[in-house]
């Protein structure tokens, strides 16, 4: 069973920064978009960036626009979600998860849940001073 394990998540002040990673149990990601998801108590999972299986398109809830960065690394099958401008309400369980493109290096991002194959476990992240 392919898996994803999720590591950088923690206990930030507002206004603070963390990298999330998402690294595969040793499978490619060549073939896969990756997309970030969260979801808060009592709150529905979030979508909150996107990255087409090239690394060439990503895509942003506007929630996090402008402070978050999802970037990856296909020669190390890890996907990163810089996070900066910390506020309280990114206070949430994070998920990276992986949707099969048609062909590696392409640019479509998929956006909804539904379109995700594979899930990891999920790292907490706290933003609290």
């Known amino acids: 069973q392919a898996q994803l394990v999720e590591s950088g998540g923690g206990l930030v002040q507002p206004g603070g920064s963390l990298r999330l990673s998402c690294a595969t149990s040793g499978w490619s990601l060549d073939y896969y978009a990756i997309g970030w998801f969260r979801q808060a108590p009592g709150k529905e999972r979030e979508g909150i960036s996107y990255?087409?299986?090239?690394?060439?398109?990503?895509d942003y809830a506007d929630s996090v626009k402008g402070r978050f960065t999802i970037s990856r690394d296909n020669a190390k099958n890890t996907v990163y979600l810089q996070m900066n401008s910390l506020k309280p309400e990114d206070t949430a369980v994070y998920y990276c998860?992986?949707?099969?493109?048609?062909?590696?290096?392409?640019?479509?991002?998929?956006?909804?849940?539904?379109?995700?194959?594979?899930w990891g476990q999920g790292t907490q992240v706290t933003v609290s001073s």
């Open positions: 990255i087409s299986s090239s690394g060439g398109n990503a």
């Open positions: 998860a992986a949707a099969q493109s048609r062909y590696p290096g392409s640019n479509y991002i998929f956006t909804q849940v539904w379109e995700y194959k594979f």
